[in-house]
């Protein structure tokens, strides 16, 4: 009975809940192989992509005939942070099977630069957003709906950047850990 007690799970009913430290397992797991899904941030090039993708977003939906200016500069800055958001935050793990699983409790974001904060990648992974907030939001000239909509965007991508938010998951959108019972 203990066994069968044991093995089974249950859901965590907060909605907010920090993702325990990893084990030692995990660090030596993660210590064994070099993490190429993270690493990356830091090649050449990989920083002129983000300003590639919203000029190429920008001009995608400037040559929509109907779309004003202003919406394009909002579905530009909105697709942005979309990506950007599923890309560093909502997935977690490695896509690509060669460490084992040593990162499956990680999000992107807290696999760059082994979970440091304050590098020069993560600086500019985080400037891009509010520089784009501020592009978007001067062409929209300061149109409160656009505002709204475009800092309600920004925050998303943002607050989770941030170094409180470091290992911090919201049950809604990512589902609650399985936690044993004690």
């Known amino acids: 009975m203990s066994a069968n007690k044991a093995g089974r799970r249950r859901r965590s009913s907060s909605l907010v809940y920090t993702e325990p430290p990893e084990s030692l397992e995990h660090i030596s797991d993660q210590a064994a192989l070099p993490n190429l899904n993270a690493n990356w941030v830091n090649a050449k090039g990989a920083w002129v992509i983000h300003i590639v993708l919203i000029m190429t977003l920008k001009i995608l939906f400037d040559i929509i005939p109907g779309i004003s200016q202003e919406t394009s500069w909002t579905l530009t800055n909105i697709s942005y942070m979309f990506g950007s958001y599923l890309m560093f935050h909502w997935v977690r793990g490695v896509p690509f099977d060669f ?4 990162y499956d409790n990680l999000n992107m974001w807290e696999q760059i630069d082994n979970g440091d904060q ?3 990648a993560k600086k500019f992974l985080l400037s891009v957003p509010v520089g784009l907030f501020l592009v978007s939001t001067h062409y929209t000239h300061y ?18 950047k941030l170094p409180a938010s470091h290992r ?10 399985d936690i044993p019972e004690s």
Do not use: Q, W
Request: a neutral charge.
């Open 118 to 120: 304050y590098t020069p």
């Open 143 to 160: 149109d409160l709906t656009f505002f709204i909509i475009n800092i309600l965007a920004t925050l998303a991508v943002v607050i989770p």
């Open 168 to 177: 911090l998951r919201v049950a809604l959108f990512s589902g609650a850990p």
């Open 99 to 102: 460490n084992a699983g040593a």
